[in-house]
């Protein structure tokens, strides 16, 4: 049985937890501020050990927030994720509110009350002096999402022994915006006239649907012209995609005509990258090729962002009859779910089934009609 005792003052307490871990006595400044917490910090210790899980105090230095917070930066969203520098960004937000409590202080009413604070918050228009909400929705499910993650890990980790539930707040399904057909092509025609470098970027984009970090990751040694095969298997400068899997893309004869004109006036770099910038180094992150909105503009294109011509390849695919197994396997979507989102777009879809609903109905007394023989 271990205990705790202030090694500090009443007012500036330091307390320090012991206990017995391989047949020896461990002692560890818990920097908990009351001796109930240090106890508690004992406890999960001493749970750890039974359980065969120790070893973890030394890489985590306490269980503050803002320590395993840090530890998961560095140790998990640096190396798997793609989305890193956005975990940065959304971390602060969380420090700000829970950077100070150490893991189990984190409770549902606070997790509520972070996210009703988020909610809440305006900002007047300029102009109109209109208040808005400073934050959108998802964007405040993102960094809830990453708390989550965070507190979910710790109990992997052996921190805590268990994680509030961290619920997300309600979003309406919204429809997505693509490119129809001649827009599309206008869109194409123009850049290949205005932006020549550019052009290709686009041109695969809209044939292939590939995201925009694994356009901006694809590198020759990745597409095999010949063969019309291209292998999707980073983001930016990250081994790996967002899915976390090498898919394999068939290029179509348009878009091999495309790059085989663009690999021979190509900017040669050290990565030997498809879609360098002028130097040949690689693109900034989440940020399109300049001018890309008033590209759009003066093809007389809608205004999109360049997400969206990830959607536009979906729909054109779709709407031009190719399976939705095909269009799942060209995107890397994760389940046929997210791809029959597009599904409505599909020349056939639900076409037959429609008119196997038949009703008699009744036109006058005792005198019945099919509804197909009115139409008829």
Request: proline share 5%; hydrophobic share 40%.
């Amino acid at each position: 049985m271990g205990s705790v005792f202030n090694r500090g003052t009443r007012d500036k307490p330091k307390w320090t937890a012991q206990w017995k871990e391989n047949g020896r006595w461990r002692m560890v400044a818990t920097k908990q501020t009351t001796k109930q917490k240090a106890l508690r910090f004992l406890h999960l210790a001493e749970e750890r050990v039974a359980q065969g899980r120790v070893g973890v105090e030394a890489d985590m230095p306490g269980t503050r927030f803002s320590d395993v917070a840090e530890t998961w930066l560095n140790n998990h969203s640096k190396v798997v994720c793609t989305s890193h520098d956005d975990n940065i960004s959304r971390m602060k937000h969380l420090n700000a509110a829970f950077g100070r409590l150490t893991l189990p202080e984190i409770t549902p009413q606070r997790i509520d009350a972070f996210k009703a604070k988020m909610a809440s918050e305006t900002v007047e228009d300029e102009e109109t002096g209109a208040k808005t909400p400073r934050w959108k929705p998802n964007t405040i499910n993102r960094i809830l999402a990453l708390l989550r993650k965070i507190l979910n890990d710790a109990v992997r980790w052996g921190l805590v022994t268990h994680a509030p539930k961290v619920r997300l707040l309600p979003v309406p399904e919204t429809d997505f915006d693509y490119l129809p057909k001649d827009e599309a092509e206008r869109f194409l025609s123009h850049a290949r006239a205005a932006v020549p470098n550019d052009a290709p970027l686009y041109a695969t984009a809209i044939y292939v649907g590939m995201r925009m970090g694994e356009l901006y990751g694809l590198k020759w040694g990745d597409v095999d012209l010949e063969r019309g095969i291209m292998t999707v298997r980073r983001s930016y400068g990250q081994d790996f995609t967002k899915s976390k899997k090498i898919r394999r893309v068939r290029i179509n004869r348009q878009l091999t005509i495309v790059l085989k004109d663009w690999r021979r006036v190509c900017p040669p770099g050290a990565d030997e990258l498809v879609f360098p910038q002028a130097d040949g180094t690689a693109r900034a992150r989440e940020r399109p090729p300049i001018g890309f909105e008033d590209l759009l503009k003066a093809a007389r294109c809608r205004a999109i962002t360049f997400h969206a011509l990830r959607h536009t390849a979906a729909s054109l695919m779709v709407m031009s009859g190719i399976s939705l197994r095909a269009v799942q396997a060209t995107l890397g979507h994760s389940t046929i779910a997210v791809t029959e989102r597009y599904a409505h777009l599909s020349p056939s879809f639900q076409e037959a089934e429609a008119d196997k609903l038949s009703l008699q109905v009744q036109v006058g007394l005792g005198q019945v009609a099919t509804l197909d023989a009115k139409l008829a």
